[in-house]
């Protein structure tokens, strides 16, 4: 019971950390309760959890593994962007991208790993930039920026991964799934002074990862070191 307590107190504490530097806009969709969802669902089958931020581009469904708990519904998808559609009829709600089948490389994370979804990380629109600056949803600001000055002055964090690498960097993520072309995922751990990690095309399945370049793409992973990248990289390799 006192292993458990202190597992979800591990995922608790990841998300009062995205609460509390949620000025620095790493996350455009936050899954809080999905993430305690899934803690409860990890530790029920001996798994350790931990906190995972995926960036806008993966595909999050709800898997039936988990599909008694009630508390989330799919996961909305922007990858970054505004998307318009003359079916919306309220211009405030969202396309919603539909797949009946979660990303293979988060659901490996998640069921079988024991990692949990604490939001899904903002981007540089469809995956096309390096800054992730400049996108719909407003800048991501790197933790090496003046806290004092935020709102004046801020450093980029690289992109187009800028949200997964700011989670690491911040702590409310012990990794961060990103997706790495030409470097989506390395520019930005080299700005956050993480470690980034593109494998070997088509080690890990691009299942359900929406595409820049098909012949490039590739889920990657940002953790705060390299032995944390090694680890996280053999969890979700093993099943895959």
């Not at 019971?1 to 936050?30: G, P, V």
């Not at 080299?190 to 691009?206: E, I, W």
Request: charge should be positive.
């Amino acid at each position: 019971l006192k292993l458990n307590c202190k597992a979800m107190e591990s995922i608790e504490k990841a998300i009062s950390r995205a609460i509390k530097f949620r000025k620095y806009n790493a996350l455009i969709t936050e899954t809080f309760d999905l993430a305690r969802s899934q803690a409860r669902d990890a530790i029920r089958r001996n798994l350790k959890p931990f906190a995972v931020v995926v960036k806008d581009c993966f595909l999050i469904f709800q898997n039936q593994r988990i599909s008694n708990n009630m508390c989330f519904k799919d996961v909305i998808q922007f990858c970054g962007a505004l998307h318009s559609d003359s079916r919306i009829k309220d211009r405030r709600e969202w396309l919603i991208l539909f797949v009946r089948a979660e990303c293979n490389v988060i659901d490996t994370c998640r069921y079988f790993s024991g990692g949990c979804i604490i939001g899904k990380a903002n981007m540089d629109e469809f995956c096309m930039g390096t800054s992730t600056s400049q996108g719909y949803f407003g800048a991501v600001k790197n933790g090496l920026s003046d806290e004092q000055r935020l709102d004046q002055d801020w450093l980029i964090p690289g992109g187009s991964s800028g949200g997964s690498a700011v989670a690491v960097q911040l702590g409310f993520a012990e990794m961060g799934l990103g997706s790495d072309t030409g470097g989506s995922t390395r520019n930005p751990a080299a700005f956050t002074d993480s470690f980034g990690f593109k494998p070997s095309y088509g080690v890990l399945s691009r299942y359900g990862l929406i595409p820049l370049v098909n012949s490039l793409d590739c889920p990657s992973i940002i953790a705060n070191n390299v032995i944390d990248c090694n680890r996280f990289f053999s969890k979700l390799s093993a099943i895959q």
